[in-house]
Each structure stands twice: as C-alpha cells, then as structure tokens.
C-alpha cells in the first residue's frame, strides 16, 4: 500500500497519482554541497578532511544518504549478503551490479545529489584478463559509477594502470578481501606481522603509482594503516576496521543502522542507537567520522 510518509509530502491529486509509493528526501542545499569529483576528493584529502563513505544499493536510502551529507557512496558487493541473504558476495553478479547501480544513480539524479558513486566489480568479472575487467568497469560506468573498486594487490596492478589510463576512476582494496575469503581461511585481520605488513603495504603503494585514486584498508592494523595513509600522497585511504588514521571511512549501511542480520563485526558503530530515525542516524555517522570520534580505536580496531 502507498506509504504514509509519501502521501503527506504530497501537495495534490497529480503529485500523488506520480508517487505513490513514497516521494525521495530534497538534496542537500546547492549552496552548501557542490558534487563531488576527483579534484574535490585529492583537495580533501590533501587538507586532512575526513571522508564519508557509506554503502547504498537503492534509490531512496542513497538519497537519504546524500541529503545526510555522506561524500562517497559504495554499491557494494556486501548485496548479495544484506539485500540477497548469500553467505558471502562470490555469488554476485555483474548484471545484480549493474541493477542496484543503477538504481543508487536514479535515487541521486532525483534529488540533483552531489556524492560520488563507486560500484563493485564483482567476483569473476575482472580476474580473467584486463580487456574483462575493462568490459566489466563499462557496464557499471554506463550503470552512472563514477568510479570503480576492485579487490586484491600484485596482479591486480596492472589490471588498475589499465583502467585509469583508459579514463576509469579506480578504488583499490587490500586487507580483508572478502571476495577471497576462503583463501584468506575466514574474516580475520590482515597485515598482522613484520612480513605480511610489509607485502601489504609494497602492494598499496604499487596501486598508488598505478593510478588508484583511493584505497580501502579493511581489517588491517590501526598502526599500520596510519602509517599507509601517511605515506600514500595521492591515493586516498578508506578504512573498515582499520583505525582512525585513515584519510576516511565507509561501513555497510545496515550494520551502520543496526539492523544486520548476524553478529556485527568489532569494528561496526550502531548510530541508530541513539538517533530518532535514519537521516539522523546518518548524519551523526557523518559528524563523527569527520571530528575523528569514529572509530575509537580502542573499540573498533586492531
């Protein structure tokens, strides 16, 4: 049935005819937010701004999300685990990519939103070859990705160079790749060790000099990714259990809103807990991520 909240924004019989199922939030105000863009992104950077990054895979939540003032949304593979019930994201596909791309960048075109989209490449849709991961990184663009994330270090070097140098934004991820996680032997902390932070962090800077323009650090040690961020001039770090040192942070929106379907992860925060309602659970997200009170590293790290 046609939701309450949509009919009472409503201003007449035509404006409830064209929506009834429930009218998307207004964007953030022009004056206050201009769209997000590479340029906008290394200036952020570059002045030690927090980014905020959350993942959306609808129209509606990533329009909520954007009036909340989150900078950067991930469609991310974590879809097939909230949205599809899958055990793990290798079940993914790039069409089930393409679809919930898509629909992020109808929500945001619909309320003229300014954050910057980065979609997924899934399992098996990159890994064959650099021409595959081209075609791949094309459906999602044509989808309205800005940008493109894909997992893993060595190989995937050339696989990034490949793409930046054909136009395509890149987003790196090393840690816990969780498209790899039966190699990995389950969800546990990467880069533990003088050897494996040493590997992870020649990878991270290989993927910087290949044009990666922003990096994921999932479950990495919080000295470490520090360090990373330190060091990395022109390539973005994002963490997800990886301390407050990095350059942002992204977490799944469920796990965000509290309303994840298994036990959450040491590094989740349940902003729901203490806001009336999403959008402000969402822009208290934002606060902190940006005034460095999330994540505490005495709770949320490694």
């Known amino acids: 049935m046609p939701s309450a909240a949509g009919l009472a924004v409503s201003s007449s019989p035509a404006a409830d005819a064209a929506t009834p199922y429930g009218t998307l939030p207004p964007a953030s105000p022009p ?71 898509e629909s992020v960048f109808r929500g945001l075109r619909r309320v003229q939103g300014t954050a910057w989209l980065v979609a997924d490449l899934p399992f098996a849709s990159y890994q064959e070859s650099r021409e595959q991961a081209l075609r791949s990184a094309a459906v999602l663009m044509q989808a309205g990705a800005h940008m493109v994330k894909l997992e893993g270090g060595g190989w995937t070097t050339e696989t990034v160079r490949f793409l930046v140098e054909r136009g395509i934004p890149v987003c790196a991820h090393l840690g816990l790749t969780p498209q790899t996680v039966h190699a990995l032997g389950g969800y546990r902390v990467q880069g533990r060790g003088g050897e494996a932070a040493a590997l992870l962090a020649q990878q991270a800077h290989a993927l910087q000099e290949a044009g990666a323009a922003m990096l994921v650090l999932e479950m990495v040690p919080a000295a470490l990714a520090a360090e990373l961020t330190a060091e990395l001039k022109h390539c973005a770090t994002i963490g997800i259990g990886a301390g407050r040192g990095t350059a942002g942070q992204v977490l799944v929106m469920h796990d965000m809103l509290g309303v994840g379907l298994g036990k959450m992860p040491k590094f989740v925060r349940n902003f729901m807990a203490d806001a009336p309602g999403i959008a402000q659970a969402m822009k208290a997200y934002v606060r902190a991520v940006k005034n460095g009170s999330f994540p505490d590293d005495s709770l949320h790290a490694w």
């Open 31 to 101: 004056s206050a937010r201009k769209p997000l863009s590479l340029p906008r992104l290394a200036d952020m950077h570059a002045r030690g701004e927090k980014i905020a990054m959350l993942t959306a895979y609808d129209a509606t939540f990533a329009a909520v999300a954007d009036a909340a003032g989150v900078e950067c949304l991930l469609v991310g593979d974590s879809l097939g685990m909230v949205c599809q019930g899958l055990h793990s994201t290798v079940g993914v596909t790039l069409e089930t990519m393409r679809f919930h791309t």
